[in-house]
């Protein structure tokens, strides 16, 4: 089938690589020209494992090419993704202006071509608020154009940064709402290839569909967050929350996915969706006590360690030098949107500590561009290079088997906080580190007492 897909940020251009790669002609489109060269040549703009080679691929065989030219390409295609970003607003609600701008475009060229196009297909890809869809039907509908012409369907994406190809030809279920059974079926069809594995498609209305995404990502964050609290009481009773994760998972009802306790969740989706269905929900009168309370305890998880580091190194932290390890906001991803490395280095900074971090795909983090006390370095190794404390809060591959003797042997003091349980108490003990590890134990406070009967 042909298709064209509005928007090249990570669901525009995966989703149009890996449609390509199931043998479809697609067209990725973006106004962004210097961005249409780099992707005609088949690199990525941001790190995604396996994608550039997917893009080269399909480019070479001819099925898949980047324009700016959204006209001809809607012309050929009879299905069109709208991947546009839908940032938040100040309130927290989502910016649709570019969904809408796109969408205004491609149903205007659709009305003064409809004699010779055939049947098309709009498809919301973008995570938009429930509503967006009738609202597209609205603007279709003011243009005199019928459900037989143009056909709107919500087609939420859940894939992962890190894993999004994965993710994209496995998916746990494909969610198509519309109110038009033409629309519904073509866009089925695409996925048809998927469905062989048995991929269920859920085929609903236009908002469930919409809400449907917001609540997927709004349970998923009220996991991390439950977890992240029972983390928190783990600390303040001895218990283990690695083995209160294991116990809670094996319970069918629960499932084990998504209780790791951590430095909070960050990433442009979880923090941007509740914020908007919050909003959303607010706007309907109606309070979310829930989704609130999520967020709050994520914002006061991101900088649960910095008492922790005073507990080390006491209220003044001015000249202390902390180690960063991972700067991205969880593994396999250069992305740092909201990710909780910044909120920890910013108070850090603030408090006249020094920074040396290093991320494995991290290079340069703006906010800090220019900050004597922020430096990335190269290794783990030379971050932890006469550091008073080693704060490990991203969970690459590459931090989970250190050297520990060789860590400990370059750090100034031996204080190893662990945010994201990659290491066991007893072996950050044994390397000789006095350890915070999230939710397991605590044997900061030991320090002074061994240092004084030293
Ligand atoms: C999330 C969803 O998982 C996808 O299904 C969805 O498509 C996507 O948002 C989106 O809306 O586009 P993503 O933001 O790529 O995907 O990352 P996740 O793997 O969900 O992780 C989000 C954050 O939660 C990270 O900071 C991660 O470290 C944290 N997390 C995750 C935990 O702290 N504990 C966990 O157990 C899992």
């Known amino acids: ?62 099925r898949l090419q980047f324009s700016a030219d959204s006209d001809a390409a809607v012309m050929q295609a009879s299905v069109v993704f709208i991947a546009v970003g839908t940032p938040p607003l100040p309130s927290g609600e989502a910016d649709l202006s570019a969904v809408f701008a796109v969408a205004d475009s491609i149903l205007s060229y659709i009305q003064r071509h409809k004699k010779t196009l055939g049947f098309r297909v709009l498809v919301t890809k ?82 469930t569909s919409e809400l449907s995404k917001y609540a997927a990502n709004a349970f998923l964050a009220t996991k991390i967050s439950f977890i992240n609290e029972m983390a928190n009481v783990c600390e303040r009773t001895g218990a283990d929350v690695a083995d209160i994760s294991k116990i809670m998972g094996l319970d069918g009802r629960i499932g084990r996915y998504f209780l790791h306790p951590g430095p909070g969740y960050g990433g442009s989706c979880f923090p941007k969706d509740t914020q908007a269905l919050v909003q959303l929900a607010e706007k309907l009168d109606y309070s979310l006590e829930v989704v609130k309370a999520v967020e709050a305890v994520n914002d006061r998880q991101k900088a649960q360690v910095i008492p922790q580091l005073i507990q080390a190194l006491g209220d003044d932290l001015t000249g202390k ?96 906080f662990d ?18 590890v999230i939710g397991r134990s605590n044997t900061i406070s030991e320090f002074e007492t061994t240092s004084q009967s030293d």
Not at 127 to 138: D, N
């Open 1 to 62: 089938m042909d298709i064209a897909v509005v928007g090249t940020g990570y669901v525009g251009l995966v989703t149009g690589t890996c449609f390509a790669d199931l043998g479809n002609t697609v067209t990725c489109i973006d106004n962004n020209s210097d961005k249409l060269a780099v992707l005609n040549k088949g690199q990525s703009p941001f790190y995604e494992p396996g994608l550039s080679e997917r893009m080269t691929r399909s480019i070479r065989a001819g």
């Open 419 to 436: 945010l994201r349980n990659v290491y066991t108490p007893t072996a950050l003990k044994q390397a000789g580190f006095f350890a915070y």
């Open 321 to 416: 030098t902390i180690a960063i390890l991972g700067l991205a906001f969880k593994p396999n991803t250069d992305d740092i949107r909201e990710a909780s490395s910044l909120v920890i280095i910013t108070e850090l900074l603030k408090r006249g500590a020094r920074v040396q971090a290093v991320d494995p795909e991290v290079k340069r983090v703006p906010l800090f561009e220019g900050v004597a006390a922020f430096s990335i370095k190269e290794s783990a190794y030379a971050a932890a290079n006469q550091a008073d404390a080693l704060v490990l809060v991203t969970e690459w591959n590459a931090y989970r088997e250190l050297n520990l003797t060789k860590i400990i042997s370059c750090m100034r003091l031996p204080f190893f």
């Open 126 to 207: 973008s995570t938009v608020p429930v509503g967006t869809g009738q609202q597209l039907m609205a603007k279709r509908d003011a243009l005199g154009l019928s459900d037989d012409e143009v056909a709107i369907v919500s087609n939420p994406e859940f894939l992962r940064e890190g894993t999004a190809i994965h993710d994209f030809f496995h998916p746990d279920r494909i969610v198509l709402g519309s109110s038009s059974e033409a629309g519904l079926d073509l866009v089925a069809q695409l996925y048809h290839p998927l469905y062989r594995r048995e991929t269920p498609i859920v085929r609903t209305s236009i908002q």
